[in-house]
């Protein structure tokens, strides 16, 4: 059974820092996408960060390139999410996924953030970013 477990979202001031992590089991996760996606209270959930868990390759939004960072760990089978230079824009629920088929996986080495590649999910984590 794949399961994704977030952790780390919590409330801070405009220009802090935050991370979250995302602990995974129950597939191969050597060889697949992940990515960090974020939905704000009436807006559409949105791809932030990919990673391509064999090589390591990342892709960002451009509204947090610069100021979000994607890695790995993995002999714990864990992403991350480091966010710094938060500002309010970015209060949101955050959201792991997985791709294990690597349906989204695209060149051979970067992974998709469209919603619909992504068939697992985690529960979300809140971050909430004050001014």
């Known amino acids: 059974q794949i399961q994704l477990v977030e952790s780390g979202g919590g409330s801070v001031q405009a220009g802090g820092s935050l991370r979250l992590s995302c602990a995974t089991s129950g597939y191969t996760y050597s060889r697949a996408c992940m990515a960090w996606f974020r939905q704000a209270p009436g807006k559409e959930r949105e791809g932030v960060a990919t990673i391509y868990t064999d090589s390591a390759n990342t892709r960002y939004d451009d509204s947090v390139k610069g100021r979000f960072a994607i890695s790995q760990d993995n002999a714990k089978n864990t992403v991350y999410l480091q966010m710094n230079s938060l500002k309010p824009e970015d209060t949101a629920m955050y959201y792991c996924?997985?791709?294990?088929?690597?349906?989204?996986?695209?060149?051979?080495?970067?992974?998709?953030?469209?919603?619909?590649?992504?068939?697992?999910w985690g529960q979300g984590t809140q971050v909430t970013v004050s001014s």
């Open positions: 996924a997985a791709d294990p088929s690597l349906e989204g996986l695209y060149g051979g080495n970067w992974c998709s953030a469209l919603r619909s590649e992504y068939a697992y």
